[in-house]
């Protein structure tokens, strides 16, 4: 569950780890339009599964700074052991920067994946139960950063989001942001199976808002990032396919794993954020056509 220390303020300086991320630009460009000071860090100015990269990221930071983890090598890079050691290296890293600097606040970035796929609604109370290495390495980033700021004395916020979608997507993962490049692009959707798999699908700009509200509050505790509206796949195909201003073909493909579905339970982001209303659907999705159209 999520405690804010008090009411909603400046933040001071936000440092964003993972600037070329998915998360990372949007995050910041809606920080520096609410005029607070960021500073972004990319593997390009710092390969943070390198102890080598410790000294020249803690100089980078100030006292007081809130540091934002949104880094990682996603499953599109890699589901392989060699990648999970690469994303646990980058969490050892960042748990020394941590002892280096005093911040004001510590976010990590973490991920739905950790609590398998049991078919049951989810809450931040579901014991996580991972099915692979990408899911047990955020579980085990998640203690090893919760570890460095309790003994820096350092508030810690954890948020779990759902399937993360919108403009500015880079993973082209299977659901909305596939969906509507396959459409724009080439006029065809191709589904596993028959697509009746449910998810939960969150826009970016409502993580990203989220993200900013916990940092005027320097939150502590987990939070799980959800929309709280699961739909099949065949249904988000046939939206989009509707949306999308050209004639869609929605093929099917064969299934190359189990049906699973998965539902969260959103209370403690309502108790957390009362005032909070996510996008819905059919605006995250013309919002995603708009921009693919102009890319």
């Not at 049991?118 to 991972?130: F, H, K």
């Not at 759902?162 to 082209?172: E, K, L, S, V």
């Not at 989009?240 to 201003?245: H, I, K």
């Not at 073909?249 to 064969?254: A, D, N, Q």
């Amino acid at each position: 569950m999520l405690t804010h220390s008090h009411a909603p303020g400046a933040t001071g300086r936000v440092v964003i780890l993972g600037a070329g991320g998915f998360v990372s630009p949007a995050l910041a460009a809606q920080l520096t339009a609410g005029g607070t000071e960021v500073l972004a860090i990319g593997s390009r100015d710092a390969d943070l599964s390198d102890p080598a990269s410790v000294a020249p990221v803690a100089g980078r930071l100030r006292e007081g700074d809130a540091l934002v983890v949104a880094a990682a090598l996603t499953p599109d890079k890699g589901k392989d052991l060699g990648t999970c050691i690469r994303n646990l290296r980058m969490a050892e890293t960042v748990a020394a920067v941590v002892a280096r600097v005093h911040l004001a606040h510590l976010v990590y970035l973490s991920s739905d994946a950790l609590y398998g796929w049991q078919d049951a609604v989810v809450s931040e109370r579901t014991p996580p139960s991972p099915g692979d290495l990408y899911g047990t390495m955020h579980l085990a980033r998640e203690f090893a950063l919760q570890a460095a700021a309790d003994r820096a004395g350092v508030p810690y916020c954890v948020l779990r989001p759902c399937a993360i979608y919108g403009p500015g997507d880079t993973h082209n993962g299977y659901g909305p942001n596939r969906f509507v490049r396959s459409a724009v692009k080439d006029g065809v959707i191709r589904l596993f199976g028959a697509g009746d798999e449910t998810r939960d699908h969150v826009f970016i700009g409502d993580v990203v808002r989220l993200i900013g509200e916990v940092l005027q509050r320097r939150s502590r505790g987990l939070l799980n990032v959800a929309s709280g509206h699961s739909v099949a796949f065949s249904d988000l195909a046939a939206q989009v396919a509707g949306l999308a201003g050209r004639p869609v073909r929605i093929e099917s493909l064969p299934r190359t794993g189990p049906c699973t579905h998965r539902r969260f339970d959103r209370q403690a982001l309502l108790a957390a954020f009362p005032s909070f209303v996510p996008t819905a659907l059919d605006q995250g999705l013309r919002a995603l056509l708009l921009a693919s159209a102009n890319d």
